[in-house]
């Protein structure tokens, strides 16, 4: 059974880095798509971007100049660094798997809320 | 970059047919999924490759593409459909991309 959980601080300060890590239980992270999703209070879902199977990145052209992701093959983890973050970022980050264009995002993390304050 | 548009709510009586739209240029080139999210928990895939259902989702989510839109078809609908439904595709670079979400009620 896959599963996937999201950890990392709960609070970050403005201009400081956001990093969010995503730990795979269940399947290889050398296998499918490993994405970053967040959705802040009362809003919708915003695709961050993923690392691949193979370590390659693709992300949201409207974050693409403050995000990083990579893998961790010896922990089978992934992960997120967000750089010079403002209140705007303020969200529940969340960790999901898809196959690519054939399937959806089929496994998701619970999910967790990064305060942006001071 | 490519967008999705979604209607912001729908309403449908106990019983009856909902169906939710998600427009996009030429979506019908683009394989389509749609998303079940309930207050305070995380999104759960209903429909993939437009009309695909994973294991475990009821058989009366459909859904269909053509066109310009995509459209999530909840037949008999229930009182536990009542969520937030988005729909997502990719562009050309493929990148993942979210519509804004359709509220649906069940009264």
């Known amino acids: 059974q896959v599963q996937v959980q999201e950890s990392g601080p709960g609070l970050v300060k403005p201009s400081e880095t956001l990093s969010l890590i995503c730990t795979v239980s269940g399947v290889s992270i050398t296998t499918y798509y490993w994405n970053w999703i967040r959705q802040a209070p009362g809003r919708g879902l915003e695709w961050i971007g993923y690392?691949?199977?193979?370590?390659?990145?693709n992300y949201n052209p409207s974050l693409k100049s403050r995000v990083t992701m990579s893998l961790d093959t010896s922990q089978n983890q992934f992960s997120l660094k967000l750089t010079s973050v403002t209140a705007a970022d303020t969200a529940v980050y969340y960790c999901?798997?898809?196959?690519?264009?054939?399937?959806?995002?089929?496994?998701w993390g619970q999910g967790s809320l990064v305060t942006v304050a001071s | 970059s490519y967008e999705l548009t979604q209607p912001p709510s729908v309403s449908v009586s106990p019983g009856q047919t909902a169906n939710i739209t998600c427009s996009g240029d030429?979506?019908?080139?683009?394989?389509t999924c749609w998303y079940q999210q309930k207050p305070g928990q995380s999104p759960v895939l209903v429909i993939y490759q437009d009309t695909k259902r994973p294991s475990g989702i009821p058989g009366r989510f459909s859904g269909s593409n053509s066109g310009n839109t995509a459209t999530l078809t909840i037949g008999g609908t229930q009182a536990m459909d009542e969520a937030i439904y988005y729909c997502?595709?990719?562009?050309?670079?493929?990148?993942?991309?979210f519509g804004g979400g359709t509220k649906l009620t069940v009264l």
């Open positions: 997502q595709a990719w562009d050309t670079s493929a990148a993942r991309v």
């Open positions: 999901a798997r898809d196959q690519g264009v054939l399937g959806g995002f089929e496994y």
């Open positions: 690392t691949s199977y193979s370590g390659s990145t």
């Open positions: 030429n979506l019908e080139d683009r394989y």
